[in-house]
């Protein structure tokens, strides 16, 4: 069964920095696509980085453009979200998944038990 933890959340000023990690299995990781989405409190879930199988392809929402960056290790079945100069509204419980080529769709519908990101003004 597909499993995905998510790890490295935790409490920041705003302008600070945290790096989120997802390990996942049961499933090709390298053969899809990843994605970060995040939640915020009373808001939808949106996607906010998507990175291609090899790594060489990403995607950002226009809110972290410029801040965040995703990359992956195949190796280690490994996506990762570094995230610069945070601000208040980043707050929320952060995801990762694997999704269909190009898109947001999470593609096996299974989410972790997410982290949680607070960053204060």
């Known amino acids: 069964s597909v499993q995905l933890v998510e790890s490295g959340g935790g409490s920041t000023k705003a302008g600070g920095s945290l790096r989120l990690s997802c390990a996942a299995s049961g499933f090709m990781y390298s053969n899809y696509y990843m994605a970060w989405f995040r939640q915020a409190p009373q808001k939808e879930r949106e996607g906010v980085a998507r990175?291609?199988?090899?790594?060489?392809?990403?995607d950002y929402a226009d809110s972290v453009k410029g801040r965040f960056t995703i990359s992956r290790d195949n190796g280690r079945r490994m996506t990762y979200l570094q995230m610069n100069s945070l601000r208040p509204e980043d707050t929320g419980m952060y995801y990762c998944?694997?999704?269909?080529?190009?898109?947001?769709?999470?593609?096996?519908?299974?989410w972790g038990q997410g982290t949680l990101v607070n960053v204060s003004s």
């Open positions: 998944a694997p999704v269909t080529e190009r898109t947001w769709t999470n593609r096996f519908g299974e």
């Open positions: 990175i291609g199988y090899a790594g060489l392809t990403t």
